[in-house]
């Protein structure tokens, strides 16, 4: 099975990334599993101040730290794992990420370290729902 784990570094990345340590027998003999971070883009002017080499290692820092958590627990675990930056819209990007790579499963956390949430669930996760046809498993 190949599993999109989208992971921004909040409590509930924690969650699903244990969720997924816990039933890896309900997820296939060996599981592939892709961790996808999503960053949000920086404002166009400073962007442009800074220069693209510097906008791209400030992502990639970020990624570095957002992951951070997750990466220990799968490598505690000895999960092997693949990382994927993308800088853009969060909810947007993950359903098509798991669409172009033909994903089985995307598990993601209920709510994030989103500037806006929902009530009941976060924006992001609703945005996954809401443009993607593979199965999402949302982790409270």
């Known amino acids: 099975m190949k599993i999109l784990l989208a992971a921004d570094g909040s409590n ?7 969720y997924v340590v816990r039933n890896l027998d309900l997820l296939g003999r060996e599981p592939e599993i892709h961790l996808l971070h999503v960053r949000p883009p920086l404002p166009k002017r400073a962007a442009a101040a800074l220069g693209k080499t510097i906008v791209r290692r ?17 490598g505690r675990n000895r999960i092997s794992f693949k990382v994927t930056q993308l800088v853009g819209d969060a909810g947007e990007l993950i359903a098509a990420h798991a669409k172009r790579g033909k994903f089985s499963l995307i598990v993601l956390g209920s709510h994030g370290r989103g500037t806006l949430t929902n009530m009941v669930l976060g924006s992001v996760a609703t945005k996954v729902l809401a443009c993607c046809k593979v199965p999402a498993l949302i982790i409270r």
Request: charged share 35%; proline share 0%.
């Open 58 to 74: 400030y992502h990639a820092d970020e990624t570095k730290k957002a992951l951070a958590s997750v990466k220990r627990i799968l």
């Open 12 to 18: 509930y990345t924690k969650r699903a990334v244990n």
